[in-house]
């Protein structure tokens, strides 16, 4: 350990702009500091991070040093408010995932659902598509598989643009019915 007048030159050392005095600093209250912030850090807590917070705060803050008053309590009293800030960041944490599961687990809950409303809606949908006819099941599969443009359809088909505009609507509208019917069923 730095005598008092050993100290006070380390900080002197620093203020002037010397870096290496705070390594002496650092050696002589490595350990004191960690077994503090060991014995008061909240489980939980990274002691590691809050003594090495410590040192960095009493290196930008050296200058706040009234020399000739207790340089050790003074560090010491960094610390502490460095253990105050890691328990208020914890509580912090723990509030946020407090109040953020609850939504989180509603969240996926709905996700769930909806993957399955999905599915069943497919396996409707895939139900009144083979109640169609294969030539409206071709069309149908040539525009929404294929993604072909109503002209080329139309030129296979030998149907006008406009008759197959109304034959897809009447189709889309056909299934559309379908499903509803039955979902109505499998609900009822």
């Known amino acids: 350990m730095i005598g008092n007048d050993g100290l006070e030159a380390q900080v002197r050392r620093v203020r002037e702009g010397d870096p290496a005095g705070f390594e002496a600093i650092l050696r002589a209250f490595e350990w004191p500091i960690r077994t503090f912030v060991v014995a008061h ?3 939980g807590g990274d002691a590691d991070d809050v003594a090495q917070r410590t040192f960095i705060e009493a290196f930008k803050k050296i200058d706040v040093y ?3 008053t207790d340089f050790r309590a003074w560090l010491f009293s960094i610390a502490k408010y460095q253990v105050l800030a890691e328990a208020t960041r914890l509580r912090r ?3 946020y995932h407090r109040r953020y599961a609850p939504v989180a687990l509603a969240e996926e809950l709905q996700r769930r659902a909806e993957s399955v409303a999905d599915a069943d809606r497919l396996d ?6 083979g109640a169609l006819n294969p ?3 071709d069309i149908l599969g040539q525009r929404y598989r294929e993604g072909l443009p109503l002209e080329e359809i139309s030129r296979r088909s030998g149907r006008t643009v406009g008759a197959l505009k109304k034959y897809l609507f009447t189709l889309r509208a056909r ?3 379908c499903i509803a019917r039955k979902t109505a069923t499998e609900t009822a």
């Open 41 to 43: 850090c909240p489980p």
């Open 66 to 68: 009234r020399e000739g």
């Open 93 to 95: 944490i723990a509030d």
């Open 124 to 129: 409707r949908l895939r139900d009144c598509l």
């Open 135 to 137: 030539q409206a099941r």
């Open 175 to 177: 299934l559309h019915d």
